[in-house]
């Protein structure tokens, strides 16, 4: 079950799709991103675009963005001057691969190691867990919309609130000033 968490925690939506990247699929298989991509790209006729597709920079930022207000341990969460290396192959110049569950099943075909397989099997487990939550909770982005739409009707309540608070505050200020205000005159 733990594997399950790991592993759908490292499942994005990007483009309207459930995918996984390369770097994660990677070091759940346990082999380079690099050995990874080049097994892809020497079998590329068995990864269609609805199979695989590499991410824009845009995206890539996207996401970088999300890790880093998600997670605290996060790879892209660190000081560039501080933990900065040098050398080749430290750094990505490519953006990253993004594979379907198509493409992920595809992949058990070309890497054969023990690991990789049992790890795509964990994987297939866990998409069609997500599946199953997705059909049991048909309605779930209605009724977070439900929700959405109340919390801004009650911000708009708790404004209104809020600003009767500060007229009657002001008000109040104002009488004291001229219930204290220095009196001249007889």
């Known amino acids: ?6 592993i759908q925690n490292r499942i ?9 990247l390369d770097f994660d699929l990677s070091r759940l298989y346990e082999v380079e991103t690099k050995v990874l991509n080049q097994a892809v790209k020497r079998n590329i006729k068995r990864f269609p675009a ?5 991410l824009t920079k845009e995206e890539f930022e ?21 933990t900065l290396e040098t050398g080749r192959g430290k750094y990505t110049k490519y953006m990253p691969y993004a594979f379907t569950e198509q ?26 867990e997500i599946r199953k939550i997705l059909l049991e909770q048909p309605d779930l982005k209605e009724q977070l919309n439900e929700i959405k739409q109340r919390l801004g009707e009650h911000d708009v309540q708790l404004n209104s ?3 009767a608070m500060e007229n009657l505050l002001d008000e109040k200020a104002a009488q004291k ?8 005159g007889f």
């Open 103 to 128: 493409g992920i099943a595809m992949l058990s075909g070309i890497l054969n190691s023990d690991k990789a397989i049992s790890m795509n099997i964990a994987i297939m487990r866990t998409f069609v």
């Open 161 to 163: 609130i809020y600003d």
């Open 50 to 54: 609805d199979f695989m597709f590499q």
């Open 12 to 20: 994005y939506e990007i483009r309207g799709e459930r995918v996984m």
């Open 1 to 6: 079950m733990q594997i399950i968490k790991t």
């Open 62 to 82: 996207s996401l970088k963005f999300q890790w880093e207000t998600s997670d605290s341990n996060s790879p892209f969460l660190r000081s560039q001057f501080v």
């Open 177 to 184: 000033k001229w219930e204290h205000r220095v009196r001249i």
